[in-house]
């Protein structure tokens, strides 16, 4: 079992930037990847960025050169630092961790972007 708490998230004005974490607990070395989804008020589920246990990452193409995800395994979180917030970012953000071909979620953390 691996447990995921997201923190960060608050309202931000366009062009701001913000750093959200999730910490990690549990079975943690069995994480073989994390990443951040978001989802906007009727819109599906997205993928925002990921980064693998080697340090690999992707992004998706509406974030790419705003938004760097990150990991420090001394502290067991992983962090998604966005800048130049636009009010299209605006959407609940959840951190996901694969461990062994089982996919585990956090409850979420609401961006907002706003003036």
């Known amino acids: 079992q691996v447990q995921l708490v997201e923190s960060g998230g608050g309202l931000v004005q366009p062009g701001g930037s913000l750093r959200l974490s999730c910490a990690a607990s549990g079975n943690i070395f069995s994480i073989s990847a994390m990443a951040w989804y978001r989802q906007a008020p009727g819109k599906q589920r997205e993928l925002v960025a990921a980064?693998?246990?080697?340090?690999?990452?992707n992004y998706a193409d509406s974030v790419k050169g705003r938004f760097t995800i990150s990991g420090d395994n001394a502290k067991n979180t992983v962090y998604l630092q966005m800048n130049s917030l636009k009010p299209e970012d605006t959407a609940v953000y959840y951190c996901k961790a694969l461990a062994r071909g089982i996919a585990y979620w956090g409850r979420g953390t609401q961006v907002t972007v706003s003036s």
């Open positions: 980064i693998t246990r080697s340090g690999s990452t």
